[in-house]
């Protein structure tokens, strides 16, 4: 965990010198394009390399499932959202090195290696906020899911169904997930670098703290209400009624974790990773014959 930039007249920090010199060593915007590249021209090759590696894998697994599925299909659908925040992740990244450079306030300073590592970082979970965060807001998760949608149990224990295909339990269970795991990793770090490390921080610097964290909450929830496109017309108002306001009040706490660690990354990444892996893996041991890693592309995670 590494705190901001918190007043302009604060020494440069390590963090800020070598995100200057990174940002002066490339600027093509272009390679933006296919995540990584932007990274190892700017001399982080590892994170280059690895970003670049698996988005090449993500697109060529997206492509098959819809090539071998269908394109609506959770086979196609899993490996495409993946991309598009693998995409995000690197775009993002890019920005906030830039914004380091500058040395604007509250910009966050963890690389995306330490970043990816916040989940199961023991310094970051042993936090009062981000561990008490971890089971309120699972436990909300639950009771909303339970009050809207119900939380179905009758097919546990039975056989899961991943892309299309009954598999044996002990593959099947494990499987499910690494994938839950890959994925939400993908999720949390790209939606937390967008929506608290730039947005929350540039409004911050804009408006003020308070009300920097205030619009972003909003900006949170009204972008996850385009979640209706994904939901059955039955299920829309009710969606719009409960399902926004809640995720509202959950990247509300998640921007009270990211300003109260001094605009560090590491508890929301944390947080957003574990509400959704766990809320996840408790839908899919209910019913693991409908999860959305089942057939039918529905709601995105």
């Given at each position: 965990?590494?705190?901001?930039?918190?007043?302009?007249?604060?020494?440069?920090?390590?963090?800020?010198?070598?995100?200057?010199?990174?940002?002066?060593?490339?600027?093509?915007?272009?390679?933006?394009?296919?995540?990584?590249?932007?990274?190892?021209?700017?001399?982080?090759?590892?994170?280059?390399?690895?970003?670049?590696?698996?988005?090449?894998?993500?697109?060529?697994?997206?492509?098959?499932?819809?090539?071998?599925?269908?394109?609506?299909?959770?086979?196609?659908?899993?490996?495409?959202?993946?991309?598009?925040?693998?995409?995000?992740?690197?775009?993002?990244?890019?920005?906030?090195?830039?914004?380091?450079?500058?040395?604007?306030?509250?910009?966050?300073?963890?690389?995306l290696t330490e970043l990816a590592q916040a989940p199961f970082s023991g310094e970051v979970l042993?936090?009062?906020?981000?561990?008490?965060?971890?089971?309120?807001?699972?436990?909300?998760?639950?009771?909303?899911?339970?009050?809207?949608?119900?939380i179905e149990t009758g097919n546990s224990g039975k056989r899961p169904v991943i892309f299309g295909?009954?598999?044996?339990?002990?593959?099947?269970?494990?499987?499910?997930?690494?994938?839950?795991?890959?994925?939400?990793?993908?999720?949390?770090?790209?939606?937390?670098?967008?929506?608290?490390?730039?947005?929350?921080?540039?409004?911050?610097?804009?408006?003020?703290?308070?009300?920097?964290?205030?619009?972003?909450?909003?900006?949170?929830?009204?972008?996850?209400?385009?979640?209706?496109?994904?939901?059955?017309?039955?299920?829309?108002?009710?969606?719009?009624?409960?399902?926004?306001?809640?995720?509202?009040?959950?990247?509300?706490?998640?921007?009270?974790?990211?300003?109260?660690?001094?605009?560090?990354?590491?508890?929301?990444?944390?947080?957003?990773?574990?509400?959704?892996?766990?809320?996840?893996?408790?839908?899919?041991?209910?019913?693991?014959?409908?999860?959305?890693?089942?057939?039918?592309?529905?709601?995105?995670?």
């Amino acid at each position: 965990m590494h705190q901001a930039r918190l007043t302009p007249d604060a020494p440069s920090s390590e963090r800020e010198i070598e995100s200057a010199e990174r940002a002066a060593s490339c600027h093509a915007r272009a390679i933006l394009l296919l995540p990584g590249l932007l990274q190892t021209c700017r001399g982080r090759t590892g994170e280059g390399a690895v970003l670049t590696a698996l988005s090449v894998a993500e697109l060529g697994a997206g492509v098959t499932g819809a090539a071998v599925h269908g394109i609506g299909t959770s086979a196609a659908g899993v490996p495409f959202l993946a991309l598009g925040d693998l995409w995000t992740m690197s775009v993002m990244d890019a920005a906030l090195e830039n914004q380091r450079a500058q040395r604007l306030l509250y910009v966050p300073r963890e690389s995306l290696t330490e970043l990816a590592q916040a989940p199961f970082s023991g310094e970051v979970l042993s936090r009062p906020a981000v561990w008490a965060g971890i089971v309120g807001s699972l436990a909300a998760g639950l009771a909303v899911t339970a009050l809207t949608d119900g939380i179905e149990t009758g097919n546990s224990g039975k056989r899961p169904v991943i892309f299309g295909r009954e598999v044996n339990s002990a593959v099947g269970y494990p499987l499910a997930g690494a994938i839950g795991v890959g994925l939400f990793e993908h999720v949390a770090l790209a939606e937390e670098m967008a929506f608290r490390g730039v947005l929350q921080s540039s409004l911050a610097r804009s408006y003020g703290e308070t009300p920097g964290w205030l619009y972003a909450s909003l900006g949170f929830g009204l972008v996850h209400a385009s979640n209706i496109a994904f939901l059955d017309r039955n299920q829309r108002l009710t969606y719009v009624a409960v399902g926004v306001p809640f995720i509202t009040l959950l990247g509300s706490y998640l921007g009270l974790a990211y300003r109260g660690s001094g605009y560090s990354l590491a508890p929301s990444v944390a947080i957003h990773f574990w509400y959704d892996l766990l809320l996840e893996a408790v839908s899919f041991v209910g019913d693991p014959k409908n999860s959305p890693l089942a057939v039918a592309w529905g709601t995105p995670f």
